[in-house]
């Protein structure tokens, strides 16, 4: 028997969310984290280059033998996993129709919101995926452009945070939503400050658990030998970053109080292809 290894990768640092449901899914993984921090924020960027980036990434997660890779990006699960259904030979899971699933399940009125950058609302995949769930689902978008760079920085409470998702989460509570998704893994470290805007009444969802689910389930169903092992020791995850790796280091301390040992620097050649620059 061994370990599953479970690629996970992000723009940035939001896909953390979504790595620490899959440790808490399948906690004798091990987990490799990409983070394309260099190349972020993906929200803004021409959709061919996202599907150029995220083959890149799933190519070098290929390599480190990686067993199910989970796209822990909403923008890049819009933009680019439509385009390579069947390309790769390990199972991959986005985030859509795992947060539209939640989503649906979550909601008594059909009123949903949807929180998330600018390209995953212009792609339109979440109004799809819910109202293909439920069709008379009436789906609310919003795109937050400025919330990706601020929680990178670090800044995910305080006055200035609540202020600016005062203005994007007004016209959502104008629709009457009961819900509202997170359709960007990096707004569940806004949690609390969301919560604050909205009050108790509305619920809050993330579609993480039910990716590591999804992960999980994939994984086993692919190489049903793969378990946990009660006599192996706890392998650490492994973090990698197109970025700075002390910077990246400091925000997985801060953000899911783990202590990464040693975070891996992965640069880019000149075609824009992976090489490891330890
Ligand atoms: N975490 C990514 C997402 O879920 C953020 C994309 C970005 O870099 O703008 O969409």
């Known amino acids: 028997m061994r370990c599953a290894k479970i690629g996970i990768l992000d723009s ?43 083959r890149e990434i799933i190519a070098f997660l290929l390599d480190q033998g990686v067993d199910a890779i989970a796209v822990a990006c909403n923008t890049s699960s819009a933009l680019a996993l439509p385009a390579m259904q069947g390309d790769f030979d390990v199972p991959i899971v986005g985030m859509i129709e795992c947060g539209a699933v939640a989503v649906v399940e979550t909601s008594r ?11 995953t609302v212009r792609s339109g995949a979440y109004g799809k995926a819910i109202t293909s769930l439920r069709a008379s689902a009436h789906v609310v978008q919003q795109a937050c452009p400025l919330l990706v760079p601020m929680i990178e920085r670090g ?11 005062r203005d994007y989460i007004r016209p959502l509570l104008a629709a009457d939503v009961d819900s509202v998704v997170y359709g960007c893994t ?72 783990w202590r990464p040992g040693e975070v891996e620097r992965i640069s880019m050649d000149t075609r824009g292809l992976i090489s490891r620059n330890a």
């Open 155 to 165: 800044e995910v409470s305080g006055e200035r945070t609540r202020h600016i998702l």
């Open 109 to 119: 009125t059909g009123r949903i919101g949807v929180i998330a950058t600018g390209n």
């Open 12 to 54: 940035g640092i939001g896909g953390l969310t979504v790595a620490r449901a899959i440790g808490d899914a399948m906690p004798s993984a091990h987990l490799i984290y990409f983070g394309d921090t260099a190349r972020m924020p993906y929200g803004d960027k021409p959709p061919d280059q996202i599907v150029r980036f995220v």
């Open 186 to 257: 990096h707004y569940p470290f806004l949690d609390a400050e969301v919560r604050a805007v909205t009050g108790p009444s509305i619920s809050l969802v993330d579609p993480a658990i039910r990716v590591a689910y999804a992960v999980r389930s994939a994984a086993l169903a692919r190489d049903p030998s793969l378990g946990a092992d009660p006599e192996a020791p706890a392998i650490p995850p492994r973090f990698m970053t197109s970025g700075d790796p002390e910077v990246f280091a400091r925000m997985v301390h801060l953000l899911l109080g």
